[in-house]
Each structure stands twice: as C-alpha cells, then as structure tokens.
T-cell receptor
C-alpha cells in the first residue's frame, strides 16, 4: 500500500464548476499537508499549506484536513481554464532537523473546459 | 531573485554513460532536496543536503547515484552507468532553514 493515494484522473470539468481533489494517507505521523500545482514541463508550485486538522481558505482555494479519517481535500471554486494543471498532494511528518521530506501523491490531472 | 535554477533542462544519454544534473538554489537558501518524477507518477524524495553535508539520502538508490552540495557552486546529482529505467524528470528544491520549498523547473533525462 502506498503511503499517499491520489486518484490520477484525468478530471475534466466546465469553467465555473467547483472542483474537489482528494488524497488519503496511511502514515499517522504526517502533520504537514500541502497542495502543489504543476503545469506541463514545469516544477511544482506551492498552493496551500496546512498544519494538522482543519480548513484553510485562500481566494478560490480551500484546503481541508481530516486526520481522524486520514483524508485531505482541495476545493477550487469558480474554476478557470488557467487552473488546468496537475495537482499534487504532499505530506510530511515533523521535519528532520527543521526540514521537511515530502511524500507526494501521484497527482490528479485537471482540465477546465471554457 | 532568479529562483531555483536547474541545468540542463533536457539531457540525453546513452546507456552506460554518466549523467550530471546541476541545481543552483535560491539566494539565501542553504538546504537542497532532489526528487525524481517518473512518467505518470508523483515526485519521490531522493536526497536532502546542506552545504558540504548529506543529511538524508534514504531515497537514493544504493548504487550508481550520488549527490553533493559543495561549499561553492551548485548541487550535483550524478548518475553513473545510466540505464533506461533512469529516464525521468529530476527536480531540485531549495529552502531556507525551517522554511518552505521552492522547486526548479527540472531536468528531463532520457536514456537511449
């Protein structure tokens, strides 16, 4: 069993739709939860960063963490064609010497259709 | 600030050759991480380095792979005697102490 499971998609939705992306994990030691966006032929860029359980909102993006279920989600409201990318969840236990070794999900390829 | 610079962007090697991938961290960042991304897969941690020190190499294959981050100059990921299975995108990230990652755009290695 992989430490982090993420549906690879692809996921295709119309512009303006609400998008829900999800990951499950098995390692109870994970405390830091992140969502990255990766455009084709580019490196991942950090979208959202959450410590422990709860919700965090940033503009059209909302990240949710449910540690009791070992389940995290990213919601995108009013989706735009420019949101088309691969979305990767990532997690980390308490960092090693202050740094974080991240465990990534497989990534979900999202397409927003105009 | 130029961000994390990786070069080359694309690298083609024949089986058995050596591949050297370079990463220049962001200014002021003292921590470097290397990740590998195989086709249709997420990123897999390989190694974490500070200047002149390997802190965690738990994700590095035991043979043919090595990494360094010298006092001066970029971090180098070296793959000796490459095989077709080494074909992947290799991403470098850097961070300040206790800070978040910034990724480079990656080096895409193709072994023919």
């Amino acid at each position: 069993q992989k430490e982090v499971e993420q549906d690879p998609g692809p996921l295709s939705v119309p512009e303006g739709a609400i998008v829900s992306l999800n990951c499950t994990y098995s390692n109870s030691a994970f405390q830091y939860f992140m969502w990255y966006r990766q455009y084709s032929r580019k490196g991942p860029e950090l979208l959202m960063y959450t410590y422990s359980s709860g919700n965090k909102e940033d503009g059209r993006f909302t990240a949710q963490v449910d540690k009791s279920s070992k389940y995290i989600s990213l919601f995108i409201r009013d989706s735009q064609p420019s949101d088309s990318a691969t979305y990767l969840c990532a997690m980390s236990p308490v960092g090693i010497q202050g740094a974080q070794k991240l465990v990534f999900g497989q990534g979900t390829r999202l397409t927003i259709n105009p | 600030n130029a961000g994390v610079m990786q070069n080359p962007r694309h690298l083609v090697r024949r089986r058995g050759q050596e591949a050297r991938l370079r990463c220049s961290p962001m200014k002021g960042h003292s921590h470097v991480y290397w990740y590998r991304q195989l086709p249709e897969e997420g990123l897999k941690f390989m190694v974490y380095l500070q200047k002149e020190n390997i802190i965690d190499e738990s994700g590095m294959p035991k043979e043919r792979f090595s990494a360094e981050f010298p006092k001066e100059g970029p971090s180098i990921l070296r793959i000796q005697q490459v095989v077709r299975g080494d074909s992947a995108a290799y991403f470098c990230a850097s961070s300040p102490l206790g800070g978040g990652y910034t990724f480079g755009s990656g080096t895409r290695l193709t072994v023919v």
